[in-house]
């Protein structure tokens, strides 16, 4: 079966950095994304990988390995609206995205 | 600006009792998606839409139809809704199916609860 693997909830502090895990199990590989939501609301667009490597974005970067099935998100520079979950999904050999349950974080003053 | 919009933002029906939701948006993306998303879980991709092509996930129950009568429209109904249907709806459009760079853009979703 296809798999995405996230921690569950991470919590950390306002100004510091961290980094979100995420492998994955699927059928094919057609890219990576990530996507933020915040409570109550809908998932907004933060990221697409699909060559192995580093994307740099602002305060956000998302690494992507496909030999290890493995990707991370990092944040740096937290700040309080930062607070919300992310979500990592992958799109299969169907290009069919398949979602992760998503990291709640938590960030503390 | 270009969005997806979401119509209503909650919605409130009984055990039973039919209800339509509704997504517009104005991108002129090719693809349309329904999913349904409860709390603290990943969406769950119910329909999608290729243009009028319409394609049926194989785990989607039977009392959940949709209907796409032009290229910004998209209904999703819910013909007796149980109280496991409680969730959020989720309508996210894209340009194409089959290109790994085609990102889904969604819609604010649409909160159902069922008394």
């Known amino acids: 079966g296809q798999n995405i693997d996230q921690p569950t909830e991470m919590t950390a502090t306002e100004g510091a950095i961290v980094q979100i895990n995420c492998t994955y199990q699927?059928?094919?590989?057609?890219?990576l994304f990530w996507y933020q939501q915040h409570a109550g609301e809908a998932p907004t667009f933060l990221s697409y990988?699909?060559l192995d490597g580093l994307e740099e974005k602002g305060r956000f970067s998302s690494f992507l390995s496909r030999s290890k099935g493995y990707s991370y998100l990092l944040l740096k520079e937290l700040q309080m609206k930062d607070s919300a979950s992310y979500l990592c999904?992958?799109?299969?050999?169907?290009?069919?995205?398949?979602w992760g349950a998503g990291t709640k974080l938590i960030i503390k003053p | 600006d270009a969005m997806v919009i979401q119509n209503p933002r909650y919605q409130v029906t009984q055990f039973g009792k039919p209800v339509t939701l509704s997504c517009s948006q104005t991108?002129?993306?090719?693809?349309m998606y329904w999913y349904q998303q409860k709390s603290s879980q990943a969406p769950k991709l119910l329909f999608h839409?290729?243009?009028?092509?319409?394609?049926n996930e194989a785990d989607t129950p039977d009392n959940f139809q949709s209907r796409r009568p032009n290229t910004s429209f998209c209904f999703l109904d819910i013909r007796s809704p149980g109280l496991g249907d409680a969730a959020m709806y989720l309508c996210?459009?894209?340009?194409?199916?089959?290109?790994?760079?085609?990102?889904?853009?969604f819609g604010p979703g649409t909160r159902l609860t069922v008394l």
């Open positions: 996210a459009t894209s340009r194409s199916p089959g290109q790994g760079a085609d990102t889904q853009y």
């Open positions: 991108l002129n993306h090719n693809v």
């Open positions: 839409y290729y243009d009028k092509d319409f394609n």
């Open positions: 699927t059928s094919g590989f057609n890219g």
């Open positions: 990988n699909v």
């Open positions: 999904a992958v799109m299969d050999s169907n290009y069919q995205l398949i």
